[in-house]
């Protein structure tokens, strides 16, 4: 085992299902990832796998036939899932979205019917919030949901949708008017749908259309679409919590643990590529001796595993906050802010010590290098966490008096 992004004070239970994830990533992900992804081929046998290992059940409780784990096994879970392949934590992380906003949020009918079967991973999630108009201001959606009968009918486009094609349920975020007097704030008038689907491309169901795959630099593998409503008729019982107003709330939610899912990413990308720098640098020899006995090369493996470790135990940190019931978005924003700014530096100097080979697409850190930047922007972008963390600090440090 290496030494680097140990977690101390784990539950055997814990370290059995981390060893039990890592042994099937080196087995089952690493061998097959970079020849996927330059495909741009879907994962299909990985996410069997992962099926079978329960991983889409892991914070499911276990009333509904999940592991019910802590947001810490998650996350660690992720970490290693993204040293083999980050678009196939991609997968399990928007699946996990929403059933963690169903397990808080949810009324107990919609609880019984949707999480036994996401625990099994027969129901796959994914969540739309963005639309192609409005980047991170949230607040600017323009998709809207009228009542009609018992029914809702939607309308919008909506962007930016990660397992828009493979998934079977779509958590969406739209502007409801219903009982919100003129005035309401924007935030205060969105709901959340929980709109079924059959998984695929094209019309899906009556009113709901999946396009087809947007084309990536990077982060390949995993489908990411654009969803469009038309008349799309949705019974009042797939309000999320059966109470409209309340999405943003829900979504806000969601996404905070999802920053600890993206901390989680950039640690686990960092580690590979200082795996891969650190194993390159002892085999490639210049000036008679392997560069890794170059002071110059030392020093960038010294910055690389210095940031490999901060980042870890910052999201560690932020994950163990939130399962301790405490507030944590300060802490989930710096983690997604620091680790995913690291892991950019941290694959860069991997690909500098690969020189003119970290160019080949026959070399694993090109494939890092491409995808590292998706992590810059996904969940919020740096800007929007550097923001999220200012106010917060001036909310604990306000000057009294």
Same mark, same amino acid.
């Given at each position: ?30 061998? $097959? ?59 399990? /992380?928007?699946?996990?979205?929403? &059933? ?62 990660? /397992? ?20 309401? &704030? ?77 901390? &989680?990413?950039?640690?686990? $990308? ?48 932020? &994950? ?25 530096? $941290? ?55």
């Amino acid at each position: 085992m290496a030494r680097l992004a140990q977690t101390e004070g784990l539950t055997d239970i814990q370290r059995e299902i981390l060893s039990t994830v890592r042994d099937f990533v080196d087995k089952e992900i690493l061998p $097959v990832a970079t020849e996927l992804e330059h495909k741009d081929e879907y994962p299909a046998q990985i996410v069997e796998g992962l099926k079978e290992l329960g991983v889409f059940g892991l914070m499911i409780p276990e009333e509904y036939g999940g592991l019910g784990e802590s947001l810490l096994t998650y996350a660690l879970t992720v970490e290693e899932i993204a040293r083999g392949w980050m678009s196939v934590s991609g997968i399990i /992380n928007t699946h996990f979205i929403v &059933a963690y906003m169903l397990k808080q949020h949810g009324t107990q009918e919609q609880k019984d019917y949707f999480l036994p079967r996401m625990a099994a991973g027969e129901i796959r999630g994914a969540f739309s919030m963005s639309e192609p108009a409005l980047g991170s201001d949230v607040s600017a959606i323009s998709s809207k949901g009228v009542k009609d009968g018992d029914e809702y009918v939607l309308n919008g486009q909506k962007m930016w949708l990660t /397992n828009g094609g493979s998934s079977t349920l779509v958590a969406v975020l739209v502007k409801t008017d219903e009982g919100h007097p003129e005035g309401t &704030a924007p935030h205060k008038s969105m709901t959340t749908f929980l709109v079924e689907k059959e998984a695929g491309f094209g019309e899906v169901r009556p009113g709901l259309t999946i396009p087809g795959k947007i084309e990536k630099m990077g982060y390949k593998g995993v489908d990411t679409t654009e969803l469009i409503m038309q008349d799309l008729r949705i019974p009042a019982n797939r309000v999320l919590g059966g109470e409209t107003g309340r999405g943003f709330y829900h979504m806000m939610d969601g996404v905070e643990v999802g920053r600890v899912n993206v901390a &989680a990413r950039g640690c686990g $990308v960092a580690q590979r590529a200082f795996e891969l720098g650190v194993d390159y640098a002892q085999q490639r020899h210049t000036f008679g001796k392997p560069i890794a006995k170059h002071q110059a090369i030392q020093f960038k493996l010294a910055e690389m595993a210095t940031k490999v470790e901060a980042a870890h135990a910052m999201m560690v940190n932020a &994950a163990r906050k939130k399962d301790s019931g405490q507030r944590n978005d300060l802490e989930a924003g710096m983690a997604k802010y620091l680790a995913s700014e690291y892991c950019k530096e $941290v694959v860069e100097d991997a690909f500098r010590i690969h020189g003119g080979y970290g160019f080949s697409k026959e070399y694993e850190i090109e494939r890092l290098y491409r995808e590292a930047p998706m992590l810059l922007i996904g969940e919020g972008t740096a800007e929007i966490q550097k923001m999220i963390i200012g106010r917060r600090l001036l909310e604990e440090y306000r000057i009294q008096g």
